[in-house]
């Protein structure tokens, strides 16, 4: 069993930047593949970002080259960075994570998902 908690949503207006943190309990983090989707009202959760355990990150076309997705695996943490924010990237974002050791872009692969944290950027 792993508990996530997100941290770092708030309010920004376009093309600024957040922080988004994740923390990591209960589980080996280094051999934990850890994902980032988001939620935006009245649309399915989409993927955003995957640093796998085995494999190089990946991200979703419509946040790359602005978003970075980095892990501290001292702190048993991960980050999500978002630079040039845009109104459509409001939504909740989550952190998630699998077992599985390659990358993967599908919801149901990932085992643990954290409560989410609110991204709102204003036009």
């Known amino acids: 069993q792993v508990q996530l908690e997100e941290s770092g949503g708030g309010l920004v207006q376009t093309g600024g930047s957040l922080r988004l943190s994740c923390a990591a309990s209960?589980?080996?983090?280094?051999?934990?593949?850890m994902a980032w989707f988001r939620q935006a009202p009245g649309k399915e959760r989409e993927f955003v970002a995957v640093?796998?355990?085995?494999?190089?990150?990946e991200y979703a076309q419509s946040v790359k080259d602005r978003f970075i997705i980095s892990r501290d695996n001292a702190k048993n943490m991960v980050f999500l960075q978002m630079n040039s924010l845009k109104p459509e990237d409001t939504a909740v974002y989550y952190c998630?994570?699998?077992?599985?050791?390659?990358?993967?872009?599908?919801?149901?692969?990932?085992?643990?998902w954290g409560q989410g944290t609110q991204v709102t950027v204003s036009s």
């Open positions: 209960g589980g080996t983090f280094s051999r934990l593949s």
């Open positions: 998630t994570t699998t077992s599985r050791i390659k990358a993967s872009w599908v919801n149901s692969d990932y085992d643990f």
């Open positions: 640093l796998p355990w085995l494999g190089r990150t």
